[in-house]
């Protein structure tokens, strides 16, 4: 699966058709029968004939195997803290479907065909947030969906929660009871902290080009220089990200009236036989503006080797142990381990903190007449005259503590490595704490970016939008459907989160791809 499929299907409000692909379901027969060729011959299992974790040197029955899955998942329901999103969860059961898919699990079909028929009903387990440390897996996030199938606990569904049997049954669907292994399977892998990452991947997309966007109109704003994002600069430090975002920015400007040229910002000059004369003009404009494709590029870069990253994840074998039903042997190892996860999600943040300042930064030469050149004072609109009005004042001390918080929130989750279950899991990856703070940060950039594609909508109306550029005229009228001109002083906070989900929906990517064909 792609990313863009998962976050797709995750996010539907549509039914959601996937299956097994008749191979997958070979595959997984196959893996079973060499589990049971194993314990017909006496081998021990872990997880399946032994105790778990530092518990792993008690031998069990064969036939206490279900009993022991079934103990695995009740013990480890201790989560706490928020319930995760519906489409955190929706994501969570089709990635492990999806792993489990590959066979290497001793799983069988129906359970899986069970847990996607929970997505396509939107049948959504209630797991809390809080309680996995990445490795040996998302073991008490996973045990809520694993109770779930077997028709303990509760779910969301049809709009409020039921009991899980109460919701399965309402669906036509039926609970079911966990063989040997299963249990381990179903919970003790990277699927939680990646269905986060997988959705964080797909924002910090969206908010990668709406930082270029925004950075464009902002120029407009303030009577930029474009000469800042010429080819040639990008071409002499070639970083894949930065051109990325100068071509974007340059594209954008392309047809401006208000975004000025090298030429125009330097025409003012000192008269002959005149030293240390002011022009009034500075030829460079300042490091926000200047230098934006230096930091948006930073993070078209991660995302370029994170996504990668995701993608192996989500579509990898991430239990133990594993089976190999063509040699017919146990692998017992640690798949479980989402380091790769933890580490692209905390360079994740980072980036997207880094940007969330960047647009911070611009936000506050637009609405400062020091720097806006010529625009009013907080952008205040119709009704500055009066004096009583105060226009985007509120809007940038909000920005700005917003901001503030992504930067916070920035700090690694990786490097909090904890020794625990005895000295069993003594190192472990954190990778799901890191991939839940790369969600909360993206939560943040996008408000920060709302704010500020607010106040550039204003500020462009402010110089009169025969000036802007096409791409920039066609954006403004988008973010007006959202949220009306500022004529005097009214709350703003719906504003903010309509033109956040706006950001985020993939509306004005393709508005500005369909203006600059």
């Given at each position: 699966m792609t990313i863009r499929e998962i976050a797709g299907a995750a996010r539907s409000a549509a039914p959601v058709r996937v299956g097994l692909d008749p191979v997958s379901v070979v595959r997984m027969e196959d893996s079973v029968r060499v589990l049971e060729k194993r314990l017909a011959e006496g081998v021990p299992v872990y997880g399946v004939t032994t105790g778990f974790g530092d518990s792993s040197h008690r031998r069990i029955a064969v036939e206490d195997a279900a009993e022991l899955q079934r103990n695995l998942i009740r013990y480890h329901l201790n989560g706490v803290g928020p319930l995760a999103c519906r489409d955190v969860v929706r994501a969570t059961m089709l990635i492990r479907a999806n792993s489990l898919a590959r066979g290497d699990s001793a799983i069988r079909p129906e359970v899986v065909d069970l847990l996607l028929g929970m997505v396509l009903h939107d049948v959504v387990p209630r797991v809390p947030e809080r309680g996995s440390l990445g490795a040996s897996g998302d073991l008490v996030p996973l045990c809520y969906i694993a109770a779930a199938l077997m028709g303990e606990g509760d779910v969301d569904y049809r709009g409020s929660t039921w009991s899980a049997v109460d919701a399965l049954i309402d669906a036509g669907l039926n609970p079911i009871a966990l063989e040997a292994k299963e249990g381990l399977a179903l919970i003790n892998g990277t699927s939680f902290a990646a269905a986060f990452a997988a959705l964080a991947v797909a924002d910090?997309?969206?908010?990668?080009?709406?930082?270029?966007?925004?950075?464009?109109?902002?120029?407009?704003?303030?009577?930029?220089?474009?000469?800042?994002?010429?080819?040639?600069?990008?071409?002499?430090?070639?970083?894949?990200?930065?051109?990325?975002?100068?071509?974007?920015?340059?594209?954008?400007?392309?047809?401006?009236?208000l975004a000025r040229s090298q030429d125009d910002v330097t025409s003012a000059r000192c008269t002959a036989g005149e030293q240390n004369c002011s022009g009034g003009e500075r030829v460079q404009d300042n490091y926000s503006i200047r230098c934006a494709p230096h930091v948006t590029g930073v993070l078209w870069d991660t995302l370029e080797w994170a996504s990668r990253w995701v993608a192996v994840e989500v579509n990898s074998s991430t239990d133990n142990p594993l089976f190999d039903s063509r040699a017919g042997t146990v692998h017992h190892g640690g798949n479980f381990?989402?380091?790769?996860?933890?580490?692209?999600?905390?360079?994740?943040?980072?980036?997207?903190?880094?940007?969330?300042?960047?647009?911070?930064?611009?936000?506050?030469?637009?609405?400062?007449?020091?720097?806006?050149?010529?625009?009013?004072?907080?952008?205040?609109?119709?009704?500055?005259?009066?004096?009583?009005?105060?226009?985007?004042?509120?809007?940038?001390?909000?920005?700005?503590?917003?901001?503030?918080?992504?930067?916070?929130?920035?700090?690694?989750?990786?490097?909090?490595?904890?020794?625990?279950?005895?000295?069993?899991?003594?190192?472990?990856?954190?990778?799901?704490?890191?991939?839940?703070?790369?969600?909360?940060?993206?939560?943040?950039?996008?408000?920060?970016?709302?704010?500020?594609?607010?106040?550039?909508?204003?500020?462009?109306?402010?110089?009169?939008?025969?000036?802007?550029?096409?791409?920039?005229?066609?954006?403004?009228?988008?973010?007006?459907?959202?949220?009306?001109?500022?004529?005097?002083?009214?709350?703003?906070?719906?504003?903010?989160?309509?033109v956040a989900q706006l950001l985020l929906s993939g509306r004005l990517r393709a508005v500005v791809a369909e203006t600059s064909k």
């Open positions: 910090a997309e969206e908010l990668a080009f709406a930082a270029d966007l925004v950075t464009a109109m902002a120029s407009e704003a303030i009577l930029g220089n474009r000469a800042h994002f010429d080819e040639f600069l990008f071409a002499a430090k070639p970083h894949r990200g930065s051109i990325q975002s100068a071509e974007l920015i340059r594209r954008i400007l392309s047809d401006s009236r381990y989402a380091g790769h996860v933890g580490q692209a999600m905390d360079s994740l943040k980072i980036a997207a903190a880094n940007v969330a300042d960047l647009l911070d930064r611009q936000l506050a030469l637009v609405v400062d007449p020091r720097f806006s050149r010529g625009l009013p004072a907080n952008l205040v609109g119709a009704e500055a005259g009066r004096g009583v009005h105060h226009g985007f004042k509120g809007m940038q001390i909000a920005c700005s503590a917003v901001t503030a918080e992504a930067l916070k929130e920035a700090g690694p989750a990786g490097i909090f490595s904890r020794s625990s279950e005895s000295h069993n899991q003594d190192k472990v990856s954190m990778g799901t704490i890191a991939a839940r703070g790369a969600r909360t940060v993206l939560e943040l950039t996008a408000q920060v970016a709302a704010i500020h594609l607010l106040a550039v909508a204003q500020a462009l109306e402010l110089r009169g939008l025969e000036r802007v550029s096409s791409v920039s005229r066609r954006v403004h009228g988008v973010v007006r459907e959202c949220a009306r001109f500022v004529s005097g002083d009214r709350r703003q906070d719906g504003d903010i989160e309509s």
